[in-house]
Structures are given as structure tokens and as C-alpha cells.
């Protein structure tokens, strides 16, 4: 890339900035944010701990990139009959149950594109490859076994199809049932949002959705109001 064919002694406030400018539009606002930081910090290391001889941080004066905004995005009844009747009547099974199943267990879609077969025993699954490098079992309901049983083993994935074919089974669902800024890790949400409106404590809904601290769970937890307002009534 632009930056890495740079002599770090040669590396200027403005191509980092120019470098930043073209990755923002391929990456989310979070993401941005996150890469700057590091380069910031690695620049930081070079230049006091290993005495690359640089005066200043070229970063140093450069605004970060802005945090994204938490989604606090809830799937409604309405919304989710709708996509089941669409994604019912797709060619291909398989989108269908794995939005099933993501809805139902809170799980990322890479978690659930390379589960298999011998990853499910006594109602539980063994996440082998999560996005933060831990692993972690999780129990299954009695719906997401379901799922599971409904689906033919013809492959050692359970799930043996594409994320590119399912971000466009997702993108048709959306366009047939007209809903707006829904997004399927937006199931990852509500999954999360319902096990501790179930009871769940914290580290009890953690150790399922794979969260290392409660703050970044916390960022998907959304509880619902009105089931809130009810149980402060009882």
C-alpha cells in the first residue's frame, strides 16, 4: 500500500491523512477509528522506545475519526414474520436457517458459517473460531436444534453455504419486505437483548454471546421498555 512502500523517516502528515481519507469510504466509521488509533500508537512506540529518528508523531496533530454511534436497533414481531414468509419462499433452504439460527442464538455469521457437524452434542455448540480468538460453548433451544435437525448432512459444515450468498439472500429479504435499516447482525442484537430480558445475568448471557467484558455487552443489550415497565409493576 501507499503507507507501507514509505520509509517510516520519510512518512508525512499528509499522506496519513490522504491514506485515511480514501479508507474511509471501505470501512465502517468503528473500524477507522480503531486503525488510527493503532498506527498512532505504533508511530508513538517507534519513535520513543525504539528510537526511530523522527521529531515529531506525524499523527499527532491529526483529528481522529469519530466513533460509530451504538445501533440500538430491535426486531419487531411484524418485521420478523415478514422476513420468514419471504425467506421461506427463497430456492435455497439454507439462508433461511441460518437467519433462523442467528436470530435465535445470538451467534455472528462467520460463528455460524464454519459450525459443524461434530461442534453439536447434548444440546450445546462448541464455537471453535470466534472473532475475538476464544472459544466458548453455548447451549442450544429447543427452536435452534430444530434448525439444525431440519437440515441434511451433506457437507461437515452444517451451514455450507457462502457469507457473499447470504449478504444477498439478506439484501433481497430486505428489498421484498420494504423494512429499513435492518441489518443481520442487527439478530445478533436482539438475541442478546432477549436472553437478558429472559433472566439471564450478565456473565451468564457473556459466556453465550462471547463478550469479554460486560461494557461491550452492555453495547448490544436493549432492553425492551414496556417488558422493563411490567416487571417494575409486579
Not at 480503531?34 to 508511530?43: A, G, I, K, S, V
Not at 436497533?73 to 430456492?91: H, K
Not at 441434511?152 to 449478504?167: G, H, L, V
Amino acid at each position: 500500500g501507499p503507507l507501507g512502500s514509505t520509509d517510516l523517516k520519510y512518512l508525512s502528515q499528509g499522506q496519513i491523512h490522504d491514506y485515511f481519507r480514501r479508507r474511509a469510504s471501505k470501512v465502517a466509521e468503528g473500524t477507522l477509528r480503531r486503525e488510527f488509533l493503532l498506527l498512532r500508537r505504533l508511530l508513538s512506540i517507534a519513535i520513543t522506545s525504539w528510537k526511530l529518528a523522527v521529531a515529531v508523531n506525524p499523527m499527532t496533530e491529526l483529528s481522529v475519526p469519530k466513533d460509530s454511534p451504538h445501533r440500538e436497533r430491535r426486531v419487531t414481531a411484524n418485521e420478523w414474520a415478514s422476513i420468514l414468509n419471504i425467506a421461506s419462499n427463497l430456492r435455497n433452504p439454507l439462508p433461511k436457517a441460518v437467519i433462523e439460527f442467528a436470530y435465535e442464538t445470538g451467534m455472528r455469521r462467520s460463528e455460524i458459517l464454519k459450525l459443524r457437524w461434530d461442534d453439536v452434542h447434548n444440546q450445546t455448540c462448541n464455537i471453535r473460531d470466534s472473532k475475538n480468538g476464544l472459544g466458548r460453548i453455548i447451549p442450544l433451544s429447543k427452536t435452534a436444534m430444530a434448525i439444525i435437525k431440519e437440515l441434511e448432512a451433506c457437507s461437515e459444515n452444517i451451514f455450507p453455504i457462502s457469507q457473499n450468498a447470504i449478504r444477498l439472500s439478506w439484501e433481497r429479504i430486505m428489498a421484498k419486505t420494504r423494512i429499513e435499516n435492518l441489518r443481520f447482525h442487527d439478530l445478533r442484537h436482539e438475541a442478546i437483548s432477549r436472553l437478558l430480558e429472559k433472566g439471564l445475568t450478565i456473565p451468564e448471557a457473556a459466556s453465550v454471546s462471547g463478550h469479554k467484558t460486560a461494557s461491550m455487552l452492555m453495547r448490544y443489550a436493549h432492553p425492551d421498555p414496556v417488558k422493563v415497565r411490567e416487571k417494575m409493576m409486579q
